[in-house]
């Protein structure tokens, strides 16, 4: 990867995916660029006519927001010891980031913090990520707001089922996977017995692939219990197991402008406590 790029919001949640591109970069030995994007105003004509001065006091509250989230994006990007490039735009920030982010190799994107809610699944919850994944071509980094950003990259789980979308996230994380000390190929599967030879096979055929890139992957069939969804095992067994971070394709759909994530993606984001790249 040669660059990353740091998404950011007036209202952004956390610093947690500030510190996960800069170890991102650091990784990768990537440029950052930091894209902050302020949404335009609309100012009514009766609050115009009444203060003469309305524009220069409101560039000027933006010109603080700004400085605060650069001083903010500054203090949590040195521990990695990555510089970054500053970019500052104005507008609807699903359009302006969904258009900088097909000209760079991954970005990043905050999450809210919803843990422990299974209830979050509503379209309109994560505004952002949606059409990124849809419509950026890019992979993209989602980092919840209380990810504690200790490492990144080191241990990797990939979540792999053959699909399209699995490959593509598969072959976008392969600079990150090349790097990692671990990486597991989960592949869920609704039964295991002694004669299922197949999820073996199917994981014997990408592990040679990956190796052909110099990345060493061990394949792990998992049986989905009874009464559980898929994003459950896959969150439990990246806990359970140290990961630092989900690798997935992820599914959808567009409803006019609205971008519905598949339902084990959106499991998966709504609830993960480690950043997770989605791919579509």
Not at 77 to 100: C, D, F, N, S, T
Not at 153 to 163: A, K, S
Request: net charge negative; charged share 20%; proline share 5%.
């Amino acid at each position: 990867m040669k660059e990353i790029l740091l998404c950011l919001e007036p209202t952004t949640p956390s610093m947690a995916h500030v510190r996960a591109a800069a170890w991102a970069a650091a990784l990768q030995g990537a440029r950052l660029t930091v894209l902050f994007v302020q949404p335009e105003r609309d100012i009514p004509l009766a609050v115009r006519l009444q203060m003469k001065d309305v524009d220069r006091v409101l560039a000027l509250s933006d010109r603080e927001i700004a400085d605060k989230a650069r001083d903010l994006t500054a203090a949590a990007v040195q521990p990695a010891g990555v510089g970054y490039h500053w970019v500052e735009a104005a507008g609807l920030a699903e359009e302006i980031m969904v258009r900088r982010s097909r000209t760079t190799d991954l970005a990043v994107v905050a999450l809210p913090s919803r843990e422990g809610n299974k209830g979050a699944d509503e379209p309109g919850a994560d505004p952002l990520i949606g059409p990124l994944v849809m419509h950026s071509g890019r992979p993209i980094l989602a980092v919840p707001a209380n990810a504690a950003i200790t490492s990144f990259g080191r241990r990797v789980v990939v979540c792999w089922d053959g699909g399209r979308e699995c490959s593509r996230a598969l072959h976008d994380a392969l600079p990150i996977l090349q790097k990692a000390k671990s990486v597991d190929l989960l592949m869920v599967v609704h039964q295991l017995s002694e004669g299922d030879g197949e999820p073996i096979e199917f994981g014997s055929s990408v592990r040679s692939h990956l190796a052909q890139h110099g990345v060493s992957a061990e394949a792990r069939a998992v049986a989905l219990p009874v009464g559980r969804g898929v994003d459950d095992l896959l969150l439990d067994w990246a806990e359970n197991n140290a990961a630092d971070l989900i690798v997935m394709g992820a599914f959808g759909r567009s409803r006019l402008r609205e971008i519905v994530l598949g339902s084990v993606t959106h499991g998966v984001i709504s609830r993960s406590r480690i950043p997770v790249l989605l791919s579509h």
